[in-house]
């Protein structure tokens, strides 16, 4: 009965290298959300995703970033060209419901650090 | 636009001492609100909840009531342990608006035997 998923646990790049972000939710939840979480800083909202629809994005940096929930598989954060700004913890949480779920299940986070 | 003020830490407290983590609310309608509890290395997990005004929530020996007149949620617990020692984030979500949930800053407790 495995909860979120995330990997790598730690990701290291350099500048200007690409960075993928692995998420495999809870079984049978099909909502997927990313959070970032800076140094000193709360949780922040990126995006929420159903199986191959991205349903709010407002979170998303508009350059670099793109995350996507295919019908097989895990959800996939990228991240092109990173920046030393982009170190940061990903969270990834799932929930069985989209509108009215009150509940997230979170994964342990994939700390990405960009030398 | 929705937001979550949270009492900025670190808090350090003595095994036994009594515990308070303030926050407050901005948001329209009728939120549901939340604490969520990190343990060092781990992802976050929802400690209690309350989905509308007067209601009480508890988990664990933590405490938070929500207040609709003074629009907050505040935490505590009457006596803390050393395994209480970890990040507490106070969330809210507005359930009819896609989900999205919006969470304080984090406060970091330590409790020291």
């Known amino acids: 009965n495995a909860g979120v998923m995330q990997n790598p646990r730690h990701l290291v790049r350099r500048r200007g290298q690409e960075a993928r972000l692995r998420c495999s939710p809870m079984?049978?939840?099909?909502?997927v959300y990313w959070y970032r979480q800076l140094p000193e800083e709360g949780l922040k909202f990126m995006v929420y995703?159903?199986?191959?629809?991205?349903?709010?994005e407002s979170g998303m940096p508009k350059e670099r970033f793109s995350a996507e929930f295919p019908k097989e598989g895990p959800s996939i954060l990228r991240i092109q060209q990173v920046v030393r700004g982009d170190s940061a913890a990903y969270f990834c949480?799932?929930?069985?419901?989209?509108?009215?779920?009150?509940?997230?299940?979170f994964g342990s986070g994939t700390q990405l650090s960009v030398l | 636009g929705d937001s979550v003020t949270q009492m900025e830490g670190p808090v350090t407290l003595s095994e036994e001492a009594f515990l308070t983590i303030n926050c407050t609310y901005t948001a329209t309608g009728y939120p549901s609100l939340f604490w969520y509890v990190q343990y060092p290395g781990e992802g976050l997990q929802l400690l209690l909840k309350?989905?509308?005004?007067?209601d009480k929530g508890s988990n664990k020996g933590f405490e938070a009531t929500y207040r609709k007149e003074t629009t907050s949620f505040h935490l505590e617990k009457g006596s803390v342990q050393v395994s209480d020692s970890a990040v507490y984030f106070c969330?809210?979500?507005?359930?009819?608006?896609?989900?999205?949930?919006?969470f304080g800053t984090g406060t970091s407790l330590t409790v020291i035997p």
């Open positions: 309350a989905t509308k005004a007067d």
């Open positions: 949480a799932s929930s069985s419901q989209g509108q009215g779920s009150e509940k997230l299940f």
């Open positions: 995703l159903q199986k191959e629809n991205i349903i709010d």
């Open positions: 969330a809210l979500s507005q359930g009819n608006t896609g989900n999205q949930f919006y």
């Open positions: 079984k049978g939840h099909s909502h």
